[in-house]
């Protein structure tokens, strides 16, 4: 059975640093690309992240390039997301989601939620300003 877990969630003062972790089974990474989406308080679930499934493709939305940097452990079936550099607008729940074919190539740059089938939880981030 495929499975994302979140985990690594919390409250970050400003200068911390905080990482996510998306624990997958079921699956390996070179099957599927991993994206990070977030959903703050009364707005749209945005994609901010993909790692491709052959590790080669990353792909950023503008929102958070140059401040946060996803990665994968292929040897611990996790992605990361790092997040040294925040703003109060990133406080959001954020989830793991996984695509295959086209999209988890990172063959689209838009990073939409409708293109991923697979997703975690949830887990809730919140920047103190």
């Known amino acids: 059975q495929l499975q994302l877990v979140e985990s690594g969630g919390g409250w970050v003062r400003p200068g911390g640093c905080l990482r996510l972790s998306c624990a997958h089974s079921g699956f390996a990474l070179n099957q599927y690309g991993i994206a990070w989406f977030r959903q703050a308080s009364g707005r749209k679930r945005e994609g901010i992240a993909l790692?491709?499934?052959?590790?080669?493709?990353?792909v950023y939305a503008n929102s958070v390039r140059g401040r946060f940097i996803i990665s994968a452990d292929i040897a611990d079936s996790t992605v990361y997301l790092d997040m040294c550099i925040q703003e109060p607008e990133d406080s959001a729940v954020y989830y793991c989601?996984?695509?295959?074919?086209?999209?988890?190539?990172?063959?689209?740059?838009?990073?939409?939620?409708?293109?991923?089938?697979?997703w975690g939880r949830g887990a809730q981030v919140t920047f103190s300003s």
């Open positions: 989601a996984a695509a295959g074919g086209d999209t988890g190539a990172g063959s689209n740059t838009q990073l939409e939620d409708f293109e991923y089938v697979f």
């Open positions: 790692i491709s499934n052959s590790g080669s493709n990353i």
